[in-house]
């Protein structure tokens, strides 16, 4: 499902800056996360279970990363922290 929605300049650039520093790929993603955890707010006392199509679809994305050299597994504990 697509869903367009229209934002004033400081709600953009809100969403702008949490990307950055949120760790969040894209505008998508971070509005999933605000939606998941809206829902577990409202639904606390039920055991949501988390987008299984998405955590595959990253899986398959990350595969194909490493397997297109874009990443490489980690060795030691100094190489996450660099």
Same mark, same amino acid.
């Given at each position: 499902m697509n869903i367009n929605v229209s934002l004033n300049k400081t709600l953009s650039?809100?969403?702008?800056d949490?990307? +950055?520093t949120g760790g969040y790929s894209?505008?998508?993603e971070y509005?999933?996360?605000?939606?998941?955890?809206d829902l577990n707010i409202a639904h606390h006392d039920l055991?949501?279970?988390?987008d299984y199509d998405y955590? %595959?679809?990253?899986? +398959?994305e990350? %595969?194909?990363e490493y397997q297109t050299g874009k990443t490489q597994p980690l060795t030691t504990l100094? %190489?996450?922290?660099?």
């Open positions: 650039t809100f969403i702008s949490r990307i +950055k894209n505008v998508s509005i999933r996360d605000l939606l998941r955890h055991d949501y279970p988390y955590i %595959e679809q990253l899986g +398959k990350a %595969e194909f100094d %190489e996450l922290l660099s």
